[in-house]
Structure formats: structure tokens, C-alpha cells
């Protein structure tokens, strides 16, 4: 814990006020982490005794995306094991989350506790409220919508699993999210601990304000929006469009191999029934079904490859784009108080002093949440790119091996056929 | 009569008119034997095919197409000298279904190739099942000049001067053909049926092929069938890939640094939806080939028809001869041994005058020689028949299992043109994923 006043940008080292304490500066380390996230959640904390400048703010809270380094990676987070329960009331799956960690926050260097999806919910909603302008990566849906899929299906349970656990790990690896305390809570409490823990925090008074306030600023609107979270808002939108887009695609191509997989199945049984009637032809079409069973087999190989892999990862960023129109208007929200506040002084003859600390608290607030959606953004638009870009190369080596798999079928019939009279007939017809 | 079997070398059709895409075609649709047969002297083609309008029977105004024929005589002394030019005439499919039924009837123990489908079956819905739809022309244009190549190269057939007429006059062919007389020969519908119900000792083999024709012509159906559905479930997962390059192309321009990789990555979907036109036309020779087997297995079945006819005749005659020998036993012996109205009428109405019975004797003899002489014939007919009928079949087999292996084959090695092709598209694709 280091106090102190901070210094100016540039410099590592800065030292920090107490009102910041908990908060680490890691020499060592090309990028600064930060802990103890809930003094930044509302004016009220950013008090006047604190000696920064905006300018210094911009440092202290800068990403540097080139350097995170792989290797740097601390805690280790996985989720797996879905477990059915049955109370009188309900039934529900739980998972098990497992952590490890050198992190000098745990007591520990090995936890593993059992939540529920309202757990996860509880959490991504705290870090949403800790860090307003922050891009937390979404959560599964809460429902799924399509048709008879029944919640507790196989399918649904692995896709769910495999979000949550890629939600989880996100967020370890965010460089201030995962120095939350309500995710040291989620991933080493014991059911009750969390469960009194929750209880905890802003009462719902407090709350409501909050919320007041939110929709008292959306509904007045942002006057002057800065030009590059304009630029970022016209991208949410487009990208929002193409994902969506990306994902119906997607789900269609899925469905049109299932559809031409069930037609493809009813060949080979024709052949072998056809070479019932054959003699010199038995073995050919004895072959011929073999090899579209095979290629029957490969289809339906690829097709779940790509519910599994491509599909949820497309519909991720679906979510993705809701998160990221929410951090915008929350962003404009702060905006939006600090402008209505900063136009009610103008107006004001009295009482002008403690209204002009109240409109710096304001402005500061709204500094520091440009900032961290700004470097945030660049972070998530990384993640996104190395995301999107492995899981269409992976579709892509799926397909090929598909391919592959099938042409090894049809060569080995050709193999099997060949008779010197068939020579001449080599199936060397590369198509140029 | 024996088919040359001998040599299974491809014919080989010199137009260099056709595209190598078509030439393909007339090699991977005629297997054909070289023998004997006119095709060792004669370049036959189906060169082009025509639209023309003119007044039909009922002077009304319709379209039809016809195809120009070509041939050439083949002369081995002129080998590499620049061939003359070839003979061609015109003609529709209705005269081709002429000479069909002319084979037909005059060599009833052929199993006589059939000819392309008159209208569209077993299409899967891209494609059109409009008869004027130039790509339906131009496979029935594929499936004529390979009716026309395996009747050219049938070792009976071949010999036949209505057949060369067709090939060579172009004005007056069909009266010629009428003048034959064949249709006045053809078995009626009605008579086929009945022997096949009522013939008592059919040779078992052809009662085994007319089983074995139904069960071809069945399964070839289905495979038919389920390959058209197949073949419009592959168009649709190819297409809708072609969504993927619209929508990256429009994502590129929101992206920076991903916008390149995403760009060209659109182009290969593009390519890889397109793709699935050629992959699929391709296909529709394998089911053209297969669809042949299937109009042979009627051909196949109508040899096994005439047999019954052939045998339900001879037993006819003969029971006509047992009976009519009996009659005369009857006659001779005066005893009634089996009902007849004729012995019933004179029991009612007096016993006849020994005048009277002689006379009847005497007509019962000559109807017992010419019953006689009927039968060795029949019996003569039905021999040959089965004769030469179970050598046209040997042959059809042989070609069959020649043939659909082939297909089998080319349907294998269209699979890997298929799987080559989006080996290498999803490999571009990849490459450009790698530069997002």
C-alpha cells in the first residue's frame, strides 16, 4: 500500500493518495493493475482532497495492449462438471468452478466451489455496476428462445458450460476485473458465505437513486458527445448487424446439411439393396454404400463441429454488441449529468460554490469513464479480432479435414475398382 | 448370332466440333463393342439441335427441335489426311421413336437400347423440367447420338437397312418405314397380357430376367429419386454460403485492420457457392447414365414378353392339335369321351350319317396336319427365339455390368473433383482468415 501524492503522467512510480489505497502499482510489470474497484462507482468517493489531474488520470488507468504477455497469466479459472438439483421448488444445474492462482489477494492457491447461472448473473451485474463503463463479456442467455429446446437438455448444458467458462476466464483476465472483490468472493466462497455476501453492498435506496438518475440523464440526452464515441457507437451498430447476420447464416448452413445429411443417409441403403439383384455388380455397390455411409459419418461430424464451435462464438459477439450499446449509454448518462448540472449552475445565483464541487466531482467522473471505456475498447476490440479470426480459421481446417476425409473414402473405392481395363481411366482430372 | 465381346476398347467419336466437355460426355455415355457392326465403317454424331415451328397433323402451329445427324464413312487407308466432310440430315425425336418401334417389332428378341427421355423426370428443382430448356436439349442431343451409337454398334441390329436409311436419306425415310409393314406385325397390348397370365411353361431364365428387369428398374427409380433430393439439399448448403461473402465484404468496410482478410475471404465463399453449378451438372450425366438402364429394363422386359407370347402361341396350337386329335379319336371310335356341344347336339338331335362322320373325319385330318405343321413351326420359332433372345440378353448383361461399373466409377472420381475443389477453397479461405 503506498500513499502519497500521485505525480504527474510518465512516471511508473506514481505514488498514490490514501483514498486510493488498495490500489497496487506494479513496478515490474508493464501495466498497471488495480484492485479494490468500488471507489470509483459514484461521485461521492472522488473527493477533493485528491491532487490529480485529469491528465495524470489518463495515465494511471492507460492499457498498454501491446504488452500483456501470456506468460503473465496468474489465475486459472475452469468450469465444468454440470450437476442436476432437485428441491421441492426447482430444479437447476449447477457447475463447478474451479481456481488456481498465485494471486497474493487468495488465501489460497486452489479453490473450487459449485454455482448456479444466478450466481454468474449476480456477479456480472456487480462488475457492471463497480465498472459502468467497462466491457464485461456477456453471459449466455438467460433463456433460450428456439423452439422445444429443453432446458436441461444435453446440448444446451455443454453450450451453457462453455460460456460461462469463457465469461469466467474474460474476466480473470481483464487487468481490473479480475482485481474485483466480488469475483475473489464468487470463486472461492462457500454457498453461504455468498450467499450472506450478496445481501450485502448499496441499499436499495441507494440503488434506486442510482437508477433515477440513469433515467433521468438517458432521457435528457447527451449534448455534445465526443466525435470518437460517435465513431465507436456507428461501429457497434454495423458490427451488431453483421453479427447478427453472421450468426442466421450460420444457424442456416447448420440446418441445410442436417436436411441434405437425412437425404444423403437413404443412399447407401439403395445400393445394397440393389446389389441384391446383381451378381457381377455386387461388390461395386457393396462399395459404393460403404463409402456414402462414411461420407454420411464425416458430415455429421462437421456439422456439429460447427454448432460447436463456430456458432456460440458468433452469437457471443451477438451479446457482445448489447454490452457494448449499454456501456455507450452509460457513458452518455455520466455525460448527460454532468452537462444538465453544469447547465442548472448557470442558472443558479446562490449556493454556487458547492454546486461547482459537485460539477468537478462530475467532470472527473466523467473523465475517468471516457478513459476506461476508451482503453477498454481497444482491449475488446483485440479480443474480438483474435476471437473471430481463430474461430473462422478453425471453421475453415474443419472443412478441409472434411473434405480430406472424404476424398480418402472415394480414392480408396477407385482403388479397389481398378482392373487393367480401367487404366485409362484414371482419375486424375484436376479441375483447373 | 454372336455378339463380339472380344474387345471392350472405347469408340472413339472424331467430330472436333464438340467442346472437351461434351466429348467427355459421348465417351463416358457409349461403351460400345467393336465388331461386325456399322459403326467399324461409320462416324455417326448428333452434332447440333435446332428450334423449328411448323403445322403439325391438325395444322396447328408448334415448336419443335430436331437434331442434324452427321456421318461420315470411316476409310483406314486416309488415316491423318484431312477427312471429307461429313453426310448430316435432320431429324426430330418423333422419328427417332419411329425407328424404335420399327427395331422394336422386327427384332422382338433384341433387347433394342432405349432412347432418351421425352420429358423431364427425376429433376431435382434448380433445374428446369421444361422440354425447350437448352440444357435438357442438349443431354436428350448426348442421348440420342448414344441410342443411335449402340444400335450402330449392336451386332444385329447394326445390319438393318431401314436403320441406315435413317442415318443416310433424309427424304421420304418414314414411308419407307411404313411400307415394312411393321406395325401391322406388333403384338396388341391386349394378347401380350394374356399369354403372360396364361402361358403354362415359360423357360425359367426369362422368367428370372423379367423379374430381375422389375427389380432394376425399381431400385434405379429410388436411387433416382433420393439423388435428386440429395442434389437439392447440396445446392442449398452450397448457396447459402454465398451469404457469408456478401456480409464479410460489407463487414470489411467497418473493420481496419481485419477488413483485407475479410474481404478476399468473401471472395473464395462466393467462389465455393458458385461452385456447386458445374459440381452438380456434372452429376446429371451419372443419372443420365443410370436413367438408361432404367428405360433398358423395359426393353429388357418386352423380350421377356414376346417370349411368352412365342411359348403361350406354341401351347396353344398345341393343345388345339391335342383337342383336335382327340376329336377325331372320338370320331373314329364313336365313343364321347370328354364334353362336347357337339356330341351333346347329336345326342339331342339323332346320331349323323356314316356320310356325314367321314366327312368330318376327313376335315379333323387336314386341321390335325396343318395343327401339325403349326406347331413344328411354333415350336421351330419359339427355339430360335429363345435362341437368339438369351444371346442378346448374355450380351445386355455383360454391357450392363460393364457400363454401370463405369458409372460407378465416374461417379467416384467426380466425388474427388468435388472434395479437391473445396479442399482448396476452404484452404484460400484460410489463408485470408489468417490475415484478419
Given at each position: 500500500?503506498?500513499?502519497?501524492?500521485v505525480?504527474?503522467s510518465?512516471?511508473?512510480?506514481?505514488?498514490?493518495?490514501?483514498?486510493?489505497?488498495?490500489?497496487?502499482?506494479?513496478?515490474?510489470?508493464d501495466?498497471?493493475?488495480?484492485?479494490?474497484?468500488?471507489?470509483?462507482?459514484?461521485?461521492?468517493?472522488?473527493?477533493?482532497?485528491?491532487?490529480?489531474?485529469?491528465?495524470?488520470?489518463?495515465?494511471?488507468?492507460?492499457?498498454?495492449?501491446?504488452?500483456?504477455?501470456?506468460?503473465?497469466?496468474?489465475?486459472?479459472?475452469?468450469?465444468?462438471?454440470?450437476?442436476?438439483?432437485?428441491?421441492?421448488i426447482?430444479?437447476?444445474?449447477?457447475?463447478?468452478v474451479?481456481?488456481?492462482?498465485t494471486?497474493?489477494?487468495?488465501?489460497?492457491?486452489?479453490?473450487?466451489?459449485r454455482?448456479?447461472y444466478?450466481?454468474?448473473?449476480?456477479?456480472?451485474?456487480?462488475?457492471?455496476?463497480?465498472?459502468?463503463?467497462?466491457i464485461?463479456?456477456?453471459?449466455?442467455?438467460?433463456?433460450?428462445m428456439?423452439g422445444?429446446?429443453?432446458?436441461?437438455?444435453?446440448?444446451?448444458?455443454?453450450?451453457?458450460?462453455?460460456?460461462?467458462?469463457?465469461?469466467?476466464?474474460r474476466?480473470?483476465?481483464?487487468?481490473?476485473l479480475s482485481?474485483?472483490?466480488?469475483?475473489?468472493?464468487?470463486?472461492?466462497a462457500?454457498?453461504?458465505?455468498?450467499a450472506s455476501?450478496?445481501?450485502?453492498?448499496?441499499?436499495?435506496?441507494?440503488?434506486?437513486?442510482?437508477?433515477?438518475?440513469?433515467?433521468a440523464?438517458?432521457?435528457r440526452g447527451?449534448?455534445?458527445?465526443?466525435?470518437e464515441?460517435?465513431a465507436?457507437?456507428?461501429?457497434?451498430?454495423?458490427?451488431?448487424?453483421?453479427m447478427?447476420?453472421l450468426?442466421?447464416?450460420?444457424?442456416?448452413?447448420?440446418?441445410?446439411k442436417?436436411?441434405?445429411?437425412?437425404?444423403?443417409?437413404?443412399?447407401?441403403?439403395?445400393?445394397?439393396?440393389w446389389?441384391?439383384?446383381?451378381?457381377?455388380?455386387?461388390?461395386?455397390?457393396k462399395?459404393?454404400?460403404?463409402?456414402?455411409?462414411?461420407?454420411?459419418?464425416?458430415?455429421?461430424?462437421?456439422?456439429?463441429?460447427?454448432?460447436?464451435?463456430?456458432l456460440?462464438?458468433?452469437?457471443e459477439?451477438?451479446?457482445?454488441?448489447?454490452?457494448?450499446?449499454?456501456?455507450?449509454?452509460?457513458?452518455?448518462?455520466?455525460?448527460?449529468?454532468?452537462?444538465?448540472?453544469?447547465?442548472a449552475l448557470?442558472?443558479?445565483?446562490?449556493?454556487?460554490?458547492a454546486?461547482?464541487?459537485?460539477?468537478?466531482?462530475?467532470?472527473?467522473?466523467?473523465?475517468?469513464a471516457?478513459?476506461?471505456?476508451?482503453?477498454?475498447w481497444?482491449?475488446?476490440?483485440?479480443?474480438?479480432r483474435a476471437?473471430?479470426?481463430?474461430?473462422?480459421?478453425?471453421?475453415?481446417e474443419?472443412?478441409v479435414?472434411?473434405y480430406?476425409?472424404?476424398?480418402?473414402?472415394?480414392?480408396?473405392?477407385?482403388?479397389?475398382?481398378?482392373?487393367?481395363?480401367?487404366?485409362?481411366?484414371?482419375?486424375?482430372?484436376?479441375?483447373? | 448370332?454372336?455378339?463380339?465381346?472380344?474387345?471392350e476398347?472405347?469408340?472413339?467419336?472424331g467430330?472436333?466440333?464438340?467442346?472437351?466437355?461434351?466429348?467427355?460426355?459421348?465417351?463416358?455415355n457409349?461403351m460400345?463393342?467393336?465388331?461386325?457392326?456399322?459403326l467399324?465403317?461409320?462416324?455417326?454424331?448428333?452434332?447440333?439441335?435446332?428450334?423449328?415451328?411448323?403445322?403439325?397433323a391438325?395444322?396447328?402451329?408448334?415448336?419443335?427441335?430436331v437434331?442434324?445427324?452427321?456421318?461420315?464413312?470411316?476409310?483406314?487407308?486416309?488415316?491423318g489426311?484431312n477427312?471429307?466432310p461429313?453426310?448430316s440430315?435432320?431429324?426430330?425425336?418423333?422419328e427417332?421413336?419411329?425407328l424404335?418401334?420399327?427395331?422394336?417389332?422386327?427384332?422382338?428378341?433384341?433387347?433394342?437400347?432405349?432412347?432418351?427421355e421425352?420429358?423431364?423426370?427425376?429433376?431435382?428443382?434448380?433445374?428446369?423440367?421444361?422440354?425447350?430448356?437448352?440444357?435438357?436439349v442438349?443431354?436428350?442431343?448426348?442421348?440420342?447420338?448414344?441410342?443411335?451409337?449402340?444400335?450402330?454398334?449392336?451386332?444385329?441390329?447394326s445390319?438393318?437397312k431401314?436403320?441406315?436409311?435413317?442415318?443416310?436419306?433424309?427424304?421420304?425415310?418414314?414411308?419407307?418405314?411404313?411400307?415394312?409393314?411393321?406395325?401391322?406385325?406388333?403384338?396388341?397390348?391386349?394378347k401380350?397380357?394374356?399369354a403372360?397370365f396364361?402361358?403354362?411353361?415359360?423357360?425359367?431364365?426369362?422368367?428370372?430376367?423379367?423379374h430381375?428387369?422389375?427389380?432394376?428398374?425399381?431400385?434405379?427409380s429410388?436411387l433416382l429419386?433420393?439423388?435428386?433430393?440429395?442434389a437439392?439439399?447440396?445446392?442449398?448448403?452450397?448457396?447459402?454460403?454465398?451469404?457469408?461473402?456478401?456480409?464479410?465484404?460489407?463487414?470489411?468496410?467497418?473493420?481496419?485492420?481485419?477488413?483485407?482478410?475479410?474481404?478476399?475471404?468473401?471472395?473464395?465463399m462466393?467462389?465455393?457457392?458458385a461452385s456447386?453449378?458445374d459440381?452438380?451438372?456434372?452429376?446429371?450425366?451419372?443419372?443420365?447414365?443410370?436413367k438408361e438402364?432404367?428405360?433398358?429394363?423395359?426393353?429388357?422386359?418386352?423380350?421377356?414378353?414376346?417370349?411368352e407370347?412365342?411359348?403361350?402361341?406354341?401351347?396353344?396350337?398345341?393343345?388345339?392339335?391335342?383337342s383336335?386329335?382327340?376329336?377325331?379319336?372320338?370320331?373314329?371310335?364313336?365313343?364321347?369321351?370328354?364334353?362336347?356341344?357337339?356330341?351333346?347336339?347329336?345326342?339331342?338331335?339323332?346320331?349323323?350319317?356314316p356320310e356325314?362322320?367321314?366327312?368330318?373325319?376327313?376335315?379333323?385330318?387336314?386341321?390335325?396336319?396343318?395343327?401339325?405343321?403349326?406347331?413344328?413351326d411354333?415350336?421351330?420359332?419359339?427355339?430360335?427365339?429363345?435362341?437368339?433372345?438369351?444371346v442378346?440378353?448374355?450380351?445386355?448383361?455383360?454391357?450392363?455390368?460393364?457400363?454401370?461399373?463405369?458409372a460407378?466409377?465416374?461417379?467416384?472420381?467426380?466425388?474427388?473433383?468435388?472434395?479437391?475443389?473445396?479442399i482448396?477453397?476452404?484452404?484460400?479461405?484460410?489463408e485470408?482468415f489468417?490475415?484478419?
Open positions: 500500500m503506498m500513499s502519497g501524492t505525480v504527474d510518465g512516471s511508473p512510480t506514481a505514488a498514490v493518495p490514501d483514498e486510493l489505497s488498495g490500489q497496487i502499482l506494479d513496478e515490474d510489470e501495466f498497471e493493475v488495480f484492485c479494490k474497484d468500488s471507489t470509483f462507482t459514484d461521485g461521492g468517493s472522488l473527493n477533493a482532497s485528491m491532487q490529480t489531474s485529469p491528465g495524470s488520470m489518463v495515465n494511471q488507468y492507460k492499457f498498454e495492449e501491446e504488452e500483456e504477455q501470456p506468460d503473465t497469466k496468474d489465475i486459472f479459472v475452469t468450469v465444468d462438471n454440470p450437476e442436476s438439483h432437485v428441491t421441492a426447482e430444479t437447476f444445474i449447477t457447475y463447478r474451479l481456481t488456481k492462482t494471486r497474493s489477494e487468495f488465501d489460497s492457491s486452489e479453490y473450487e466451489v454455482r448456479r444466478q450466481d454468474f448473473f449476480w456477479l456480472k451485474s456487480k462488475l457492471e455496476e463497480a465498472h459502468p463503463t467497462l464485461v463479456h456477456p453471459l449466455p442467455e438467460k433463456f433460450v428456439k422445444m429446446v429443453e432446458r436441461f437438455n444435453n446440448d444446451f448444458i455443454e453450450t451453457r458450460k462453455r460460456a460461462l467458462h469463457k465469461f469466467l476466464n474476466i480473470a483476465e481483464h487487468p481490473i482485481c474485483s472483490e466480488d469475483f475473489k468472493i464468487f470463486l472461492t462457500q454457498a453461504w458465505e455468498l455476501h450478496k445481501k450485502q453492498g448499496p441499499g436499495l435506496l441507494s440503488r434506486m437513486g442510482d437508477t433515477v438518475r440513469a433515467v440523464a438517458s432521457v447527451v449534448r455534445n458527445r465526443p466525435e464515441f460517435n465507436i457507437q456507428d461501429y457497434v451498430e454495423s458490427f451488431s448487424q453483421k447478427t447476420s450468426d442466421k447464416i450460420t444457424q442456416r448452413i447448420i440446418r441445410e442436417k436436411e441434405y445429411l437425412e437425404e444423403l443417409r437413404e443412399c447407401g441403403p439403395t445400393y445394397t439393396l446389389s441384391g439383384s446383381e451378381e457381377e455388380l455386387v461388390e461395386p455397390l462399395q459404393m454404400a460403404g463409402c456414402l455411409d462414411r461420407c454420411c459419418r464425416e458430415t455429421e461430424e462437421q456439422v456439429q463441429q460447427l454448432g460447436n464451435n463456430l456460440p462464438i458468433l452469437h459477439y451477438v451479446l457482445c454488441t448489447e454490452t457494448l450499446k449499454a456501456v455507450l449509454r452509460r457513458r452518455d448518462n455520466i455525460q448527460a449529468e454532468f452537462e444538465a448540472k453544469n447547465e448557470a442558472t443558479k445565483r446562490t449556493d454556487t460554490e454546486m461547482k464541487e459537485e460539477i468537478d466531482k462530475l467532470e472527473d467522473k466523467l473523465e475517468f471516457n478513459n476506461t471505456l476508451k482503453g477498454d481497444g482491449r475488446w476490440k483485440k479480443s474480438m476471437d473471430l479470426r481463430a474461430a473462422f480459421i478453425n471453421t475453415a474443419k472443412n479435414e472434411h480430406e476425409k472424404c476424398l480418402a473414402v472415394w480414392e480408396s473405392f477407385l482403388l479397389s475398382q481398378r482392373t487393367e481395363a480401367n487404366e485409362g481411366d484414371d482419375g486424375d482430372r484436376d479441375d483447373s | 448370332m454372336m455378339a463380339d465381346t472380344g474387345s476398347e472405347i469408340a472413339v467419336i467430330n472436333t466440333d464438340l467442346t472437351p466437355s461434351e466429348l467427355e460426355n459421348n465417351i463416358k457409349t460400345v463393342e467393336k465388331g461386325a457392326t456399322l467399324k465403317r461409320m462416324e455417326i454424331n448428333v452434332a447440333e439441335a435446332e428450334k423449328r415451328t411448323g403445322k403439325n391438325v395444322s396447328m402451329q408448334e415448336t419443335y427441335t437434331y442434324l445427324i452427321e456421318t461420315r464413312a470411316v476409310d483406314p487407308s486416309s488415316e489426311a477427312p471429307a461429313p453426310d440430315l435432320w431429324r426430330r425425336y418423333s427417332f421413336e419411329l424404335r418401334n420399327y427395331l422394336l417389332v422386327t427384332y422382338s428378341f433384341v433387347v433394342v437400347p432405349p432412347l432418351p421425352k420429358r423431364a423426370e427425376f429433376v431435382w428443382h434448380k433445374l428446369s423440367a421444361d422440354n425447350m430448356d437448352p440444357d435438357f442438349e443431354r436428350r442431343r448426348v442421348g440420342l447420338e448414344n441410342f443411335l451409337l449402340r444400335v450402330a454398334s449392336h451386332p444385329v441390329l445390319n438393318d431401314i436403320f441406315y436409311s435413317f442415318l443416310t436419306q433424309e427424304q421420304g425415310w418414314k414411308e419407307v418405314v411404313f411400307e415394312t409393314g411393321f406395325q401391322a406385325k406388333s403384338d396388341s397390348r391386349l401380350a397380357l394374356n403372360t396364361r402361358v403354362k411353361n415359360p423357360d425359367k431364365r426369362f422368367a428370372e430376367m423379367k430381375y428387369g422389375d427389380e432394376l428398374q425399381s431400385v434405379i429410388q429419386r433420393v439423388r435428386a433430393r440429395v437439392d439439399r447440396l445446392y442449398g448448403v452450397y448457396k447459402v454460403h454465398g451469404n457469408y461473402g456478401r456480409v464479410f465484404s460489407e463487414w470489411s468496410a467497418i473493420e481496419r485492420e481485419m477488413g483485407d482478410g475479410l474481404q478476399s475471404a468473401g471472395h473464395h462466393d467462389a465455393y457457392a456447386v453449378d459440381i452438380l451438372e456434372e452429376e446429371e450425366h451419372y443419372a443420365d447414365q443410370l438402364y432404367l428405360f433398358y429394363t423395359e426393353a429388357l422386359r418386352a423380350v421377356c414378353r414376346k417370349h407370347l412365342c411359348q403361350f402361341e406354341l401351347e396353344m396350337a398345341a393343345q388345339d392339335l391335342t383336335k386329335k382327340q376329336q377325331r379319336e372320338e370320331l373314329a371310335t364313336g365313343t364321347v369321351r370328354t364334353f362336347s356341344l357337339k356330341g351333346m347336339t347329336s345326342k339331342l338331335f339323332g346320331q349323323e350319317t356325314q362322320r367321314e366327312a368330318k373325319i376327313k376335315t379333323l385330318e387336314s386341321q390335325i396336319e396343318e395343327g401339325e405343321e403349326m406347331v413344328k411354333k415350336n421351330a420359332e419359339s427355339e430360335e427365339f429363345v435362341k437368339n433372345a438369351w442378346d440378353i448374355e450380351r445386355f448383361r455383360e454391357q450392363k455390368d460393364r457400363d454401370l461399373k463405369e460407378l466409377i465416374s461417379y467416384a472420381i467426380m466425388q474427388i473433383s468435388m472434395c479437391k475443389k473445396g482448396q477453397v476452404w484452404s484460400n479461405a484460410k485470408c489468417s490475415k484478419m
